[in-house]
């Protein structure tokens, strides 16, 4: 089956003419033109007004129900979210029962998106059960296709466990994947700690639980010569941390929740769970130094950190509920329209594309004539309303149900499958 998209914007650093208007020409999955004044009889013509066409979004963190808890997420409605959010490639947190964390729950992942129009890419549990002591067999998960090793949700209190999971990584150059937070500090806290925190009668949870992981995961990995991810960084004091190891020459990268800049502690709205988020909306320096840290490189990757959580996990007494939202089919929408005018669109695109697949040493698809074709196709300016409708997911955890937000996912292509959002048009 023949696609003729017409008149769309090329927003792609690699591609010669990136920012020009042309036609892209898609036969049987595969670019076969590119160029003006294509005319293809019987071809499938798309036209849209403020088209734009990138290589396939690559989202580096989110969570999959299934298996073991369908009743949040299955495979088949996270395929959907995601596709509808812009996502071709999505690696898969290892927490979910069971556990990945053999070579079965690996090749699982793999067997039930083989030629969907979206791929799992399953990210392997680093210590067994994701409990922080004894390592998973990191060697056998890489052959089995585990693109990285997180305990996922839970980071790796312990220094010694986390050394060795860097030692042994570099055998293979595999990637460790840990978000920073000192447990011992963080206990207990509901919101970033602050004035809000004080005000509410809330346990805050202070910037420096981040930080001083960072610092100590830095150290570990200046030692080990090992190369390791932080995923979903939120603080000023973390920022400055990586962006200097980075100068060093540490084997480091970082990500951001796209979340992360749509609030602040003090816009959240009191005691409502949507809100609730790990890491916390944190201040304004730290939302500043975050968009510093976009601009300069510092940051990597832009990820959706789809969680989704059942009524029961929510709706409770905030101290009791479930930290996390759902990202995936809001994230492009939400990081553009929360960073604009301070980086660019192509900024943005890289930071959902390229960067992601640099992190895990992935290959990185090609928007060229004779290539299989693994694209994105999104208007920037384009206004939509996500409600409980349009909402693809399983689940309802969302602060953006009921918003009006800008940059809007036409659809994707990938696998030879065309998958168009029904919100686009709605």
Known sequence: MKYLFKEVTIIDSAFSGTGEITNILINDGI????????????????????????????????????????????????????AYGGFTEVAC??????????????EYFL????????????????????????????????????????DGLKPIQAAGTLLKTLEYLKIFGGVLLNRPENASIATGGQIH??????????????????????????????YSKGRIHFS????????HAIRAAKKRGLNVTCDMAAHQCAFIDETILPFDTSYKVAPPFRSQQDREALLEAIEDGTIDAIVSAHIPWDEESKELEFDLAEPGIIGAQTAFSIIHQSIEPTSSLAKVIDLL??????????????????????LTFFNPTKKWVFTSESNASLSQNSPFLGSELEGCVYGTFFNNHFTLNPTYSS
Request: with cysteine; glycine share 10%.
């Open 31 to 82: 670019i076969e033109q590119i160029g003006d004044s294509l005319e293809v009889p019987g071809a499938n013509i798309i036209e849209e007004e403020g088209l734009c066409c990138s290589i396939g979004w690559f989202d580096l963190s989110a969570y999959v129900g299934e298996p073991g808890f369908e009743h949040r997420e299955t495979i088949e409605s996270f395929i959907k979210t995601a």
């Open 93 to 106: 947190l290892p927490n979910l029962y069971p556990i990945t964390q053999s070579k079965g729950s690996v």
């Open 111 to 150: 067997y039930r998106t083989n030629n969907q129009s979206v791929r799992l890419h399953p990210i392997a549990a680093a210590t067994h059960q994701t409990e922080g002591n004894d390592l998973t067999e990191l060697l056998d998960l890489h052959a089995a296709g585990a693109v990285a090793y997180s």
């Open 193 to 222: 700690e602050g004035l809000v925190s004080t005000q509410l009668g809330l346990k805050g949870i202070p910037a420096i639980a981040e930080e001083v992981q960072v610092q100590r995961d830095l150290q570990l990995v200046e």
């Open 232 to 239: 979903q960084i939120s603080t000023e004091g973390s920022v």
């Open 353 to 374: 594309s390229k960067g992601p697949r640099k992190v895990l040493s992935l290959p990185i698809p090609c928007l060229a004539e004779g290539q299989k074709a693994n």
